[in-house]
């Protein structure tokens, strides 16, 4: 078979992208632009990655949200100390917003862990959803989530047909099996490619990590194709030599509202004021900041519900009830489950 079958077949896919369903032109992809997969996942895959050894939904959620927005190296010394000191969500149902505020400190992206602290109070009442839409309604869990809870722990009745697919995965099927850049295809296409190109020998949780890995070692937004398992039938490859994608221009951290948002929250969480007026005096010399940044500031604070005491949690309600069956959620002001019943519940966890 030539090096340009895997294009010919995604020029094929690609025109049929828009006006027909993948399913009939993906079933004689299967088993082809991931034919290198098991092997390689076998003897280079980061089996070492402590979330993988476990099922536990709780686990696997702590985990997931970390790895949000934060990298592999950085989440890693930060899951164990969470876990150790929360090792369930009634554990964590057990502390308060303060506690899980200051254990996720540097981590970034606060409104993470007040997801997870939320999570796990209508986790301890209820238990786990047992589908994807239950898994959803709960605060922090979108998607791609909910199909990681599935896909990698025992929440759930039933693992998921295609992996969970975030930015990385979608980028390996695109370029691999269909020859382009992800944002030329739609999702449903990355989706297809995906839920087809499962060799037998790996169960949809080694799949996923597997993929996940080909991204983060090789199929990166700059791709380092040599030793890439996929290498042999890539399609992008086989349409023209990968060409480095332009890095990505991130916003500057340092000055941003992001950083004041984080020093606010620190001082905060020390008993710091949260006046204002003393907060900018506090803050004068530091770059970027004024009275109007700080007030913007606390504004968002309050308005995700992260400011300590009563400044800022009562202001930002977001919070959600859940029932066990999974029914979608109704908006009720944040409020933790009441005491009593979740220690009389606490056995539904699972
Ligand atoms: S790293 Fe190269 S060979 Fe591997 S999937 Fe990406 S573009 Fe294809």
């Known amino acids: 078979m030539s090096d340009d079958f895997g294009a010919s077949v995604a020029n094929r896919l690609l025109t049929a992208v828009p006006r027909a369903p993948l399913s009939a032109h ?16 076998g003897e280079h895959g980061r089996h070492h990655l402590p979330w993988r050894l476990t099922t536990d939904p709780w686990a696997v959620l702590v985990s997931e949200v970390m790895l949000q927005q934060t990298s592999v190296s950085r989440v890693l010394p930060r899951w ?50 047992d589908g994807e839409a239950g898994l959803r309604a709960l605060p922090g869990v979108g998607s791609y989530t909910a199909r990681a809870l599935l896909a990698f722990s025992d929440a759930g009745i039933a693992a998921p047909s295609r ?17 382009v850049e992800p944002h030329q295809v739609t999702p449903a296409a990355l989706d297809s490619v995906l839920a087809s190109g499962r060799p037998r020998a790996l169960p949809m949780r080694q799949y996923s990590y597997a993929l996940f890995d080909v991204g983060a ?35 500057s951290y340092r000055g941003s509202l992001r950083q004041l948002r984080g020093t606010i929250l620190a001082a905060a969480l ?16 530091v770059p970027g900041v004024s009275r109007e940044r700080v ?47 979740l220690r009389a519940r606490r056995s539904a966890e699972r």
């Open 295 to 341: 007030d913007e500031a606390l504004a968002g604070l309050a308005n995700d519900g992260l400011l300590p005491g009563a400044a800022g949690r009562g202001a930002a309600a977001t919070g959600r009830t859940l029932r066990r069956d999974g029914v979608a959620p109704t908006a009720t002001p944040t409020t933790r489950p009441a005491r009593g019943s």
């Open 163 to 179: 992996p969970p697919r975030d930015v990385n995965l979608g980028r390996v099927a695109a370029r691999a099996a269909l020859g």
């Open 80 to 129: 164990h100390g969470f876990l150790q000191r929360w090792p369930t969500a009634a554990a964590c149902a057990d502390a308060s917003l303060d506690e899980v505020l200051r254990e996720w400190s540097g981590l970034g992206y606060p409104r993470r862990a007040r997801a997870l602290w939320l999570t796990a109070g209508i986790v301890a009442t209820a238990g786990w959803p």
């Open 217 to 251: 070692l090789h199929c990166r937004a700059a791709p380092r194709c040599d030793g890439c398992p996929l290498w042999r039938r890539c399609a992008f490859r086989a349409a023209g030599a990968p060409v480095a994608a332009a890095p990505r221009c991130q916003p």
């Open 270 to 285: 020390d008993g710091g004021s949260l006046e204002p007026e003393q907060l900018a005096a506090a803050l004068a010399g």
């Open 26 to 41: 993906c079933a004689t992809l299967r088993g082809m632009w991931t034919d290198g997969l098991p092997r390689w996942f």
